[in-house]
């Protein structure tokens, strides 16, 4: 199981939401007032984790949305090439990810570096170096 239930009207700006089954960060979200006969609806804005695609979703506040579980986890930097190949500390697990988007972050990659890594829904991101 990699996300968890929620309710549309408890997202805040910064917080996961999966939208068309792609993990989104919220970037802005707006709640209408309920009229004579509806309900509030919200319109949340976010954009893609992995693909920075930005997407929304509308819809009454109550209805119901998944949000991502994050496993934060470390990592040693084993090779760095078109794609970044990573060994877990902990299950010694060898795995590859691409390359972060963030160029800061991009240039202190190294063998031998220990960086904090995001599983999100079965894919991995380098979040920060540590």
Not at 41 to 50: D, P, Q
Not at 100 to 116: A, I, N, Q, Y
Not at 119 to 128: A, D, G, H, P, Q
Request: one cysteine or more; proline letters at 6%.
């Amino acid at each position: 199981m990699s996300t968890r239930p929620g309710e549309l009207g408890s997202l805040k700006p910064g917080n996961l939401v999966v939208i068309d089954g792609e993990p989104c960060k919220v970037v802005s979200i707006e709640k209408s007032k309920p009229g004579k006969h509806g309900s509030a609806k919200a319109r949340v804005v976010a954009i893609g984790l992995f693909d920075n695609v930005k997407r929304s979703i509308v819809g009454p506040v109550d209805s119901h949305i998944e949000i991502p579980i994050i496993s934060k986890r470390s990592a040693q930097v084993v090779s760095v090439m078109d794609t970044v190949q990573l060994m877990d500390l902990e299950t010694y697990e060898m795995f590859e990810t691409n390359l972060p988007e963030d160029e800061e972050l991009r240039k202190k990659l190294e063998p031998g570096v220990t960086v904090e890594y995001w599983e999100i829904m079965n894919r991995k991101m380098i979040v920060r170096i540590k």
